[in-house]
């Protein structure tokens, strides 16, 4: 809207509601005042400034209207006096309710309307007569309407209504007037703020500060919950989907303290903000530590960022700050000072550790040119990329976690800020490279720690990594595989178990036993509240599919869990098994494994067999709460007994996050895997006491690494022997996971002599966009001797 200068303040001239105001804009809107959860016990409205000159108010007021207006309804009236300075707000103090605690501060003007909390229409007007217009194309046409705000399900507003607001939140405008309610306002955190820059509570009035004095130099911000005011800055980059838009801008004159970040988010909720990369602007809101979590127990870091902005664009089209350019060295090796606890309080070391590095350029924008993928594009649009090549490379260009005193620092998330219309995200397996230049502001994620969000993407180059395809085993020699098929169920899509079953068919090359891995029932994760467990429908499709890929025709065998006692997916009932081959190995049925009967070893004139053939190993141990139980089976093959144990410990689930706040992080979800180590030893220990020259095979998704404490216990005395130890370092992996090749299957062999042991892992689903399952399988040939 126009204004016509006069001498001191200015006078109002009416304008149409089309033409956007530049100077007096309702500023924020909250009508849950004194409702039930609601902190403060008034509704109100707040104005705003954005011109350059004081704006007189006498004979203006502000309006309310319900949401849904019927003829006759009537809009409330609330005088204002006194005027508005440039850049300084005007608060009106409305209905106050019996519920809240907090007081508005000293309201520059009252009245008594009784607001709606979720949705209703808010008009500045020049004058104090009621409005008569009850539709958005009547208000519009209406000349004394300087303002107008719908918010909600609301009739009468600009183009769309802004967000729906609540008892505990507001509507607050984000930046300068389109005359669009719905990327005009956002809902957040009510902020009322009177001319005299007080708050609810008390509060002091915004601090002026830069964007430095925000980041501080530790990772929480010096100035958290406090409202600051003229932070200014350069728009380097914009987040205009989802729920956490925003903008992120940097000062483009830094402090010389290279522990304080020039850069920062300024959070508009479901709202995209009404700025352009190279505006330059002066932002007021409060600063705010995001965690993805909760911030009283979170195992994350945060995210500094101001929430509940007003901003001025000051202009535009200027140049964007200098990146930092990300070199194989410019990111420290070490991790996080190991102090045991939360480093949230320690003072930043950039130089020293990469946490630090990133935390002291979040929000700046980072570049870096002709990177390596080191994980595969996902459905969530994610990939990882290496600033370090020479970092712990495999040998299919991943990057290999050798250790928990090692962590791999060059790994590095990328997500794309890039309209997905403009520049789709990049299809990449491991190996492949994004060329050229990708570059964009640094943000904390629980999933992957700090991410570089791109607004330049590189091209995609391919590494020309293959699917491997293992050797067949010779007729003398005994294949016997692993396989985590990802929660496969019997209502999965035919395409993946047919790419499950060419992979045991063309890449494993058919192996006689294959132990399975995540087999759910019938009817999958569908429903919670069956008490379905079968899995016979499951496994036939599977086998059927192998058979059509040009396989075996393999029997299996496993054992219902009890409903919802084994973990893993809700509804799915998890559990391992056997699949085999009949024309090359015999599985021996001894009768009476059911779910809660551990299975013993027993001899028999002379000869070591199973109690019962399938069974399960000491089931009802509270090492195996919530988690799946081990199957033990018994083989023959070409008369020779062979033992072979499926398993599939406790997952991560609840660990800190080595990217996380707590330094070194809290493996929880060891101890129960190392519970589980010692009871599926104890039995293979029991097999060996019978017979020492038992063929024991252990095998599966033991969810953890070869370093591991669990392993570790498996694996002392030199009597069980872990496979992947066998293998050269760059080639130990069967999962990626951030970016990290990784352990988490084992094949474990006792008595197995070395000469006649033939082990690989086939990689076919971790390091590709495309997977059939998240885990690479295993196989391992060998002769049983006796």
């Known amino acids: 809207m126009a204004f016509m200068a006069a001498a001191g303040l200015i006078a109002a001239t009416p304008a149409a509601l089309a033409a956007p105001s530049t100077d007096v804009l309702i500023g924020e809107v909250y009508g849950g005042g004194g409702n039930s959860g609601a902190t403060l016990t008034s509704d109100f409205i707040e104005l705003t400034n954005a011109g350059g000159a004081a704006v007189s108010l006498a ?143 008390g509060s002091t009035p915004a601090m002026p500060a830069k964007i430095h004095d925000i980041q501080g130099t530790t990772r929480i911000s010096p100035l958290k919950g406090q409202k600051v005011s003229d932070v200014t800055g350069v728009v380097t980059a914009i987040r205009s989907f989802g729920s956490s838009r925003g903008f992120w801008f940097t000062d ?101 550790y990469s946490l630090d590095f990133w935390e002291a350029h979040e929000g700046e924008v980072v570049s870096v040119s002709d990177a390596r993928v080191v994980g595969p594009s996902n459905s969530y649009n994610e990939l990882y990329v290496t600033t370090k090549p020479r970092e712990n490379p495999t040998r299919r260009g991943g990057t290999v976690y050798t250790g928990y005193d090692d962590p791999n620092t060059g790994v590095l998330k990328v997500e794309s800020l890039l309209p997905f219309a403009e520049r789709p995200f990049p299809v990449v397996n491991v190996g492949d490279s994004l060329t050229g230049v990708t570059s964009g502001p640094v943000e904390y994620d629980s999933y992957g720690g700090y991410t570089l969000e791109a607004t330049a993407l590189g091209q995609e180059r391919s590494g020309g990594i293959k699917h491997e395809v293992t050797r067949k085993q010779l007729p003398d020699e005994l294949a016997v595989a692993t396989y985590n098929v990802e929660n496969l169920s019997a209502v999965d899509t035919q395409d993946k178990f047919d790419q499950l079953a060419h992979g045991i068919v063309d890449n494993l090359r058919s192996p006689d036993v294959v132990t399975l891995e995540e087999i759910q029932d019938n009817n999958g994760a569908a429903t919670t509240s069956d008490t379905v467990v079968a899995a016979d429908q499951t496994l036939k499709r599977f086998t059927d599919a192998i058979a059509a890929a040009g396989g075996p025709r393999y029997q299996w065998r496993e054992i219902d869990p009890q409903d919802d006692t084994d973990g893993g997916e809700p509804g799915g009932n998890i559990r391992v098994g056997f699949l085999f081959n009949p024309r090359r190995v015999s599985f021996v049925d001894h009768p009476g494994g059911d779910a809660t009967t551990a299975v013993s070893v027993v001899k028999q004139r002379g000869q070591v067999h199973l109690s019962v053939s399938p069974g399960r190993v000491d089931p009802t141990n509270p090492a195996w709460e919530d988690s799946r139980k081990p199957l033990a089976g018994e083989f023959v093959f070409q008369g020779r007994t062979v033992f072979v144990i499926a398993n599939h410990f406790n997952s991560k689930g609840g660990d800190q996050p080595t990217h996380g706040r707590y330094q070194p992080p809290t493996r929880s979800s060891e101890v129960q895997r190392g519970q589980q180590a010692q009871v599926l030893r104890g039995f293979v220990d029991q097999l060996l006491a019978a017979d020492r020259h038992a063929n024991v095979i252990v095998a599966g998704d033991l969810n953890d690494y070869q370093f591991s404490p669990a392993l570790q216990t498996l694996t002392a005395g030199g009597k069980l022997t872990d496979l992947i130890d066998t293998l050269p370092q760059s080639e130990r992996y069967s999962y990626v996971y951030e970016g990290n090749s990784q352990v988490l299957d084992h094949i474990l062999t006792a008595q197995t002599p070395w000469w006649g042991v033939d082990y690989d892992v086939v990689h076919i689903n971790a390091e590709f966009a495309t997977q059939a399952s998240d885990h690479d399988p295993q196989i391992l040939r060998y002769r049983p001797l006796f």
């Open 59 to 201: 004979g203006w007021s502000v309006q309310y209207l319900p949401a849904s207006p019927s003829a006759s309804s009537k809009w409330q009236v609330t005088p204002l006096t006194g005027s508005v300075a440039p850049g300084a707000r005007y608060l009106v103090g409305e209905s106050t309710g019996s519920g809240g605690t907090v007081a508005l501060p000293t309201p520059d003007a009252s009245g008594s309307i009784a607001m709606a909390a979720g949705a209703g229409t808010v008009a500045l007007v020049h004058g104090t007569t009621a409005l008569t217009c009850l539709t958005a194309a009547d208000c519009a046409a209406d000349a004394s309407i300087h303002d107008l705000v719908g918010y909600g399900s609301a009739t009468v507003r600009e183009t769309s209504p802004a967000p729906a607001a609540s008892n505990t939140t507001s509507v607050s405008r984000t930046g300068a007037d389109t005359d669009n309610n719905s990327t005009d306002f956002t809902a957040g955190t009510p902020t009322p703020t009177n001319g005299k820059g007080e708050t609810a509570g």
């Open 252 to 352: 483009p004159q830094p402090d010389s303290d290279p522990r304080t970040s020039e850069g920062l988010f300024v959070f508009t909720g479901s709202t995209t903000p009404a700025v352009a990369v190279g505006d330059a602007v002066t932002v007021s809101g409060t600063v705010s530590e995001y965690y993805p979590d909760s911030p009283t127990d979170s195992i994350y870091q945060s995210t500094t960022e101001l929430t509940g902005p007003q901003w001025t664009i000051q202009s535009s089209g200027n140049p964007l700050p200098a990146p930092t350019v990300l070199t194989p060295t410019t990111v420290p090796d070490a991790l996080a000072p190991q102090v045991g606890g939360n480093i949230e309080s320690l003072p930043l070391e950039p130089a020293k």
